[in-house]
């Protein structure tokens, strides 16, 4: 199998919560107005930790001859390992617990390998009823060829209860590919190693948290090598849409990244996070300056060292999408009665605050240094179950990226750039970029200055300023 196969076939598919909207570029789910408390994402109650799972007693992957390949202990054993990833992060509140084998219900008897579709449709309903959260082997793939998915899909985590009235996740489970894992390595049945696999997995996890995907070193999906930018695959998210590159184990770097470190500890921060991290805000503008622009992505990037041999730019970086904590669907009254009760679109999605000033706004929490602040288009393929952000389809930014500077106005030169310095327990605030490149949008301020060419004299003094 090589490498370009991989990253056009092996997308991670995540079924999210069927009452919500897709929130990503840090959280999963985010409340609004009545639902969960708004504009705070939906987390595990920190206070009612270990989270439980229960296991599927069968094998974690058989060969087409139904032999088994990766028997129950060890799969058992790779899935607390996978666990463990995120369990260890040290800025972060987060345990496991294996309550043991997986429940009977309807179709599914305890001690049973979970098989077939009405054994995981039944054990659904309890997880939807917060009976337990089942972790299920698909050993030979039949679960997902039931499901009519696609046979590239590694694994999925569906989200499956919440609390609607406290804000926190209460059910959630995990379905895993065991033809991934089960020697054969021909098309269409290809073949991860066991770190790929598990760190897939270990994404799927990331899901179950309540984190989203994150876009970060975007221009790998590009690469036609088998063999990722060491530099560029540290600072890859593990929640990044696609699964693509090496293991990064097998590279010699942790399983996951500045970013996943970053949002699973603002999702769930100890009391040691404030002494690790501090916070950049701020919001993106259309070129208006006043009317803000939901939806693209907004990263901050250490400065590279030229002492090291390391390019700490690509390595260490945080990004967050703009709006992430407003609704992707605010709804409309104009055609959104339709004749089917569910098709009313009236008042939008259940999720995401309705804070107008959280339209276009961002933050990250970034480990203590001096950082660049960017903002690029959301890779247009990142749509449904693989999307980044509120918006599915991601908008599209013309000359992205852009740099935020100190003079920020919609007639810079976009790759100019100041840089931030962050000290723990730092909040900076209105680190606002303007857009130079879209439509300006009409508002109330609406009037012709930004049709007028930008002055001569400032775009050549930030043109020589970017090259000094």
Not at 216 to 245: H, R, T, W, Y
Not at 334 to 353: H, R, V
Not at 416 to 443: E, H, M, Q
């Amino acid at each position: 199998m090589t490498r370009p196969v991989l990253i056009a076939s092996c997308l991670l598919l995540c079924i999210f919560f069927t009452a919500t909207s897709l929130q990503a570029g840090g959280p999963l789910v985010v409340g609004g107005p009545k639902f969960g408390t708004d504009a705070q994402p939906f987390t595990w109650d920190p206070h009612n930790m270990p989270i439980q799972y229960r296991l599927d007693p069968g094998p974690m992957a058989v060969n087409p001859s139904n032999a088994t390949v990766i028997d129950n202990a060890a799969g058992l054993q790779r899935v607390q390992n996978m666990f463990a990833v995120w369990q260890s992060v040290p800025t972060a509140t987060i345990s496991f617990s294996n309550a043991g084998p997986i429940l009977s219900a309807g179709a599914y008897v305890t001690g049973a390998d979970v098989a077939t579709v009405p054994q995981l449709n039944d054990l659904v309903g309890s997880c939807k009823s917060g009976t337990q959260n089942p972790v299920m082997f698909d050993a030979n793939g039949q679960i997902m060829s039931g499901l009519g998915l696609s046979t590239s899909v590694i694994g999925f985590a569906s989200g499956c209860a919440l609390d609607s009235a406290s804000g926190h996740l209460t059910g959630a489970l995990i379905l895993m590919n065991g033809k991934f894992q089960d020697g054969i390595n021909t098309s269409p049945n290809f073949e991860l190693t066991a770190n790929e696999f598990d760190e897939a997995i270990t994404h799927e996890i990331g899901h179950f948290l309540g984190l989203g995907h994150s876009q970060i070193n975007v221009d790998l999906v590009q690469s036609q090598s088998s063999s990722c930018d060491v530099d560029k695959l540290a600072g890859l998210p593990l929640m990044f849409p696609v699964e693509l590159c090496q293991a990064r184990k097998d590279a010699g770097l942790p399983v996951l990244s500045p970013d996943d470190v970053s949002w699973i500890s603002s999702l769930y921060p100890n009391p040691s996070f404030v002494s690790n991290y501090g916070t950049i805000s701020g919001t993106i503008y259309f070129p208006d300056a006043v009317s803000q622009v939901q939806g693209v992505n907004v990263i901050a990037r250490a400065v590279d060292d030229p002492g090291t041999a390391q390019d700490e730019s690509r390595r260490i970086a945080v990004s967050a999408v703009s709006g992430y904590l407003f609704t992707g669907n605010p709804g409309q009254s104009i055609t959104a009665s339709m004749p089917e009760p569910n098709e009313n679109n009236t008042n939008g999605d259940l999720d995401g605050s309705r804070n107008a000033k959280l339209i276009g706004y961002y933050q990250m929490a970034v480990p203590p240094g001096t950082y660049t602040i960017e903002v690029e288009a959301i890779f247009p393929l990142f749509v449904g179950g693989s999307g980044v952000g509120p918006l599915s389809p991601p908008v599209a930014i013309p000359g992205s990226p852009e740099f935020w500077n100190k003079d920020e106005s919609a007639f810079d030169f976009p790759l100019a750039r100041d840089t931030i310095t962050v000290s723990p327990g730092d909040k900076l605030t209105g680190i606002d970029i303007i857009l130079n490149n879209p439509t300006p949008t009409f508002d109330q301020f609406e009037d012709s200055g930004a049709l007028f060419d930008p002055p001569l004299n400032f775009v050549l003094a930030a043109v020589a300023e970017a090259c000094a």
